[in-house]
């Protein structure tokens, strides 16, 4: 099954209680967010208050995107604060295979994500490991920036890869994903597309996600 998951990073957080639900009932299948450090990245988000405060508001899968440095010293707080899907850089991990084995053991799915400078190879040892790979389509940091093309031979590499494996993990892709780009990552085999200003910059949620579910389907 093919899911939407709007980034709440777009999101206005004036009445971010009110958007989350919102989306909700336009029909997304999942939230993604991302967390920022100030340092991985040159931005700062939010922390596991502001997980715990998204939980509160919604019954839908919480997607955790970690931009941060050492991980694994934080993955716990997150899933504590109601994380159902935590993943995190390879860039950032100086053991990802045990990063991903810490989060699978405290019950949710493990993603590892690869910049857009990072090749697929890189994750060859993990894939067996992994729930889902997100492949960035955009620098990580901040939000709005245009699609790079590149992702999309990632992601058909790691379509190709799963067949060949036998493996099942989901491929997803996060950065400038609207209706025009959301078509193109499906045909190159994505799972879950992540969208921030494609759908809070873009409302009514209603019509945007028919559209984009359109386009997947």
């Known amino acids: 099954m093919k899911k939407i998951a709007p980034s709440i990073l777009s999101a206005d957080f004036s009445r971010?209680?009110?958007e989350v639900k919102a989306v909700e009932l336009a029909g997304a299948d999942l939230l993604h967010l991302d967390v920022m450090d100030g340092h991985f990245v040159p931005n700062i988000t939010m922390g596991p208050i502001m997980v715990a405060a998204v939980r509160r508001v919604t019954k839908l899968p919480l997607?955790?995107?970690?931009m941060i440095e050492?991980?694994?010293?934080?993955?716990e707080a997150f899933i504590q604060a109601?994380?159902?899907?935590?993943?995190?850089?390879?860039?950032?991990?100086?053991?990802?295979?045990?990063v991903l084995?810490?989060?699978?053991?405290?019950?949710?799915k493990a993603g590892a994500v690869i910049n857009p400078a990072t090749p697929v190879k890189t994750l060859l040892t993990v894939l067996d490991l992994v729930d889902y790979v997100l492949v960035?389509?955009?620098n990580p940091g901040f939000g709005g920036q245009e699609f790079i093309r590149s992702g999309l031979v990632k992601v058909q590499?790691?379509?190709?890869l799963r067949?060949?494996?036998k493996l099942a993990f989901e491929i997803e892709v996060d950065g400038g994903i609207n209706l025009s780009t959301l078509a193109e990552a499906h045909a190159a085999g994505a799972d879950i597309f992540v969208t921030g200003s494609g759908i809070f910059k873009c409302p009514p949620y209603v019509q945007t996600l028919q559209q984009m579910r359109t386009r997947i389907e």
């Open 70 to 75: 050492h991980p694994e010293k934080y993955v």
């Open 163 to 165: 067949r060949q494996n």
């Open 101 to 108: 084995k810490q989060i699978k053991k405290l019950g949710v």
């Open 16 to 18: 971010l209680g009110e």
């Open 136 to 138: 960035m389509t955009v």
């Open 157 to 160: 590499e790691l379509v190709k």
């Open 82 to 98: 109601g994380s159902d899907m935590v993943s995190v850089h390879q860039e950032a991990c100086g053991d990802l295979a045990v």
């Open 63 to 66: 997607d955790t995107h970690l």
